[in-house]
């Protein structure tokens, strides 16, 4: 860290929005781990655990700081010396998100944070949590493109802005290409649904491997941004694509084509997807290109397969990617150093695209070009593991058709429902009708109880 000169001056929808559910649920959250927040260590740049400091700015974010943030926040140091910032990991699961809203609500020196996933980005939208940015976004022209009404990439409510996207994550499927050609398969450059289906049946011949972890979120790929809900803000379960996913996938998983749901429960599979793909137990993968810098460390992960990549299949014509636009930042409401906070932000959203491909984010506001994407993605020597240019043409062909859920009612409880009855369904233990019909049902009085409110 630099040495620290002496600071500056420190400077909708009718239906009632998420801050209501938002400081229930982290009222809720603070009793429950206040102490284990006070006994965990959290790494941060130049030692561990989280400081209070009137001086410095706080920034939290689930990336490790050598994947990409270290180097920017350093360029960031240069252009800004009077800003001296300390910069706090906290791990991005359950239980470090969990930590994270505690912190928020119980007044930890926090300035800057970063939110990953719609459902954790419901419990930090409100103004109670997150500062109005809305008046800083409009003042900077670089940044008009976030506020686009027909692909938003903001938290929006009214003039009100809580939360920008830094990132385009799209989707796609990764192939272990020794798998596939062994089974015959040739790469996709575009394939339907039922062309997937195909290709992941004859991958999984072999027993003990399975054609894919899970299917891609078909109602996703259909539907499109705010896919739970109607355009009159009802429970959307009722979708035909929604009862056809859970019935696909349960079935796929009972003819061994997917991997077993036990198992994945069992093992934490959907934590450490990368470690299962790379001992070939599933020969595809449906990820992000986050996951590339799994395949690209040699010494954690290694193998000697080479890795090719193909697009989302398309739905009766329908052709959205399951990949959003994400990793949030946001200023906390309660920080006393919201110009400096606000200086950041613009700072790393409008400079960091290079500092944070290494982490396998490609930044929304961005000049680089695409054989320097590849390359940050992909990592030196990338053709050995890589074949680079079916990745050229499945993240920039088209390109992707991102989306950003906006109607964030009730969004952590539907999604707690959701999981609850695909866990039961793809046990096997219950039918994909009785598990769809109780998500809707529980859906709908989730939307009803806060239309009362």
């Known amino acids: 860290m630099q040495s620290r000169p002496a600071p500056p001056p420190r400077p909708p929808r009718p239906r009632p929005a998420e801050p209501a559910l938002t400081r229930r649920g982290l009222m809720g959250l603070a009793g429950a781990s206040a102490a284990a927040l006070g006994a965990t260590t959290l790494s941060g740049c130049g030692g561990a655990g989280a400081s209070t400091d009137p001086d410095t700015l706080q920034v939290w974010s689930g990336l490790p700081p050598e994947s990409g943030p270290q180097s920017l926040i350093d360029r960031f140091q240069?252009?800004?010396?009077d800003i001296p910032v300390r910069y706090t990991r906290y791990v991005n699961d359950d239980r470090g998100n969990l930590k994270v809203n505690t912190a928020l609500q119980g007044g930890v020196d926090i300035d800057v944070f970063f939110t990953f996933g719609i459902a954790n980005l419901a419990m930090r939208g409100g103004t109670d949590i997150a500062a109005d940015l809305g008046d800083r976004v409009r003042a900077t022209p670089e940044l008009a493109g976030l506020l686009d009404p027909d692909e938003p990439m903001a938290l929006m409510d009214g003039d009100t802005i809580t939360a920008l996207a830094t990132t385009r994550a799209p989707n796609f499927i990764l192939f272990n290409d020794t798998l596939r050609e062994e089974a015959g398969v040739e790469l996709p450059s575009s394939w339907t649904w039922q062309e997937y289906l195909e290709v992941i049946d004859a991958l999984s011949g072999e027993e003990g491997r399975h054609?894919?972890?899970?299917l891609p979120d078909m109602p996703r790929i259909a539907i499109g941004p705010d896919y739970r809900l109607t355009a009159e803000g009802d429970s959307n379960f009722s979708h035909p694509a929604f009862l056809e996913h859970f019935a696909t996938s349960a079935q796929l998983i009972r003819d061994g084509v997917l991997y077993p749901w036990s198992q994945a429960l069992a093992r934490q599979v959907e934590v450490y997807q990368q470690n299962n793909f790379v001992a070939g137990d599933f020969t595809s993968w449906v990820?992000?290109?986050?996951?590339l810098r799994f395949l690209n460390d040699q010494e954690a992960y290694p193998h000697d397969f080479r890795v090719s990549a193909a697009p989302m299949p398309t739905v009766e014509d329908q052709d959205w990617n399951t990949g959003e636009y994400g990793a949030f930042i946001q200023v906390n409401a309660k920080s006393k150093k919201q110009e400096w906070a606000w200086e950041f932000c613009k700072f790393w959203l409008l400079e960091g695209a290079r500092d944070m491909l290494k982490a396998g984010y490609m930044s929304i506001i961005s000049d680089v070009e695409e054989d320097e994407i590849l390359e940050g993605l992909l990592g030196e020597g990338?053709?050995?593991?890589?074949?680079?240019?079916?990745f050229r043409h499945t993240i920039f062909d088209g390109p992707p058709k991102?989306?950003?859920d906006t109607d964030l009612t009730a969004y952590s409880e539907i999604s707690l429902k959701y999981e609850q009855q695909r866990d039961v369904c793809w046990l096997l233990e219950r039918s994909p009708e009785n598990a769809i019909r109780t998500v809707d049902r529980n859906t709908q009085a989730l939307v009803d109880r806060f239309a009362e409110e």
């Open 78 to 81: 240069e252009a800004h010396p």
């Open 211 to 214: 054609g894919s972890y899970t």
């Open 287 to 291: 990820t992000a290109p986050f996951s």
């Open 382 to 390: 990338a053709e050995e593991f890589f074949d680079v240019e079916s």
């Open 402 to 404: 991102l989306h950003m």
